[in-house]
């Protein structure tokens, strides 16, 4: 089955500064790449997805690239500030049903004011 | 316009007790998912369902483990004799349908902690 490696594991950065998460997949069927967003006590929230036949989306401060050779997909956060800060993680599907997700570890994002 | 409703928030349970934790999907959405996060590990897939079928539960333990999505009412993931293995975040995603395009939306979850 998939497998999906997230790093890094923690991430500490700077108000104004930007944040990369990069995101690995085993499963060459893989076509759709989203990343959600947690905060402390509650679930997660899509923040942007990719499919497999585009290799860059962007949504105001936040980019996601995708790389079908080398099967990795990154997410990018610029003028990143305090309320960024969260757990992200990727994730990745090759099933027909979109629902059916194989989440990375995630990555704990602190931004310092 | 309401989100995915679980509840409870939190359920404590003792060990061989049953524990039902309940999803409501958004209005309008007829797929619903199951997701487990054990401490500070990524969400894995438990059951796929769609009203009165189970779709895929190739992520489901083979044992205690339960869950239905009647004609009316809420989904339920049911667990029957609770152990203390079974602590973690449950939670429930929905989407209007299966195909491309479709994006899944999370409810806030239950915490099960098993005493």
């Known amino acids: 089955g998939e497998n999906v490696e997230q790093h890094p594991s923690t991430l500490s950065v700077q108000e104004g500064d930007s944040a990369v998460i990069k995101c690995t997949y085993s499963?060459?069927?893989?076509?759709?790449f989203p990343w959600y967003k947690q905060e402390l006590g509650k679930g997660p929230q899509l923040i942007i997805d990719?499919?497999?036949?585009?290799g860059e989306k962007k949504d105001q401060r936040i980019a996601v690239t995708l790389n079908k050779t080398a099967k990795h997909f990154s997410l990018h956060i610029t003028e990143t500030q305090p309320e960024d800060s969260a757990v992200y993680f990727c994730?990745?599907?090759?099933?027909?049903?979109?629902?059916?997700?194989?989440f990375g570890q995630g990555t704990i994002l602190t931004v310092h004011p | 316009n309401a989100g995915v409703m679980q509840n409870p928030r939190h359920l404590v349970r003792r060990r061989g007790q049953e524990a039902r934790l309940r999803c409501s999907p958004m209005k309008g959405h007829s797929h619903v998912y199951w997701y487990r996060q054990l401490p500070e590990e990524g969400l894995k897939f438990m059951v796929y369902l769609q009203k009165e079928n189970i779709i895929d539960e190739s992520g489901m333990p083979k044992e205690r483990f339960s869950a239905e999505f009647p004609k009316e009412g809420p989904s339920i993931l049911r667990i029957q004799q609770v152990v203390r293995g079974d602590s973690a975040a449950y939670f429930c995603?929905?989407?209007?349908?299966?195909?491309?395009?479709?994006?899944?939306?999370f409810g806030s979850g239950t915490q099960l902690s098993v005493l």
């Open positions: 995603a929905s989407s209007r349908t299966q195909g491309a395009g479709e994006k899944l939306f």
């Open positions: 994730a990745a599907t090759s099933g027909t049903s979109y629902g059916k997700l194989t």
């Open positions: 990719i499919r497999s036949n585009v």
């Open positions: 499963d060459s069927a893989s076509n759709y």
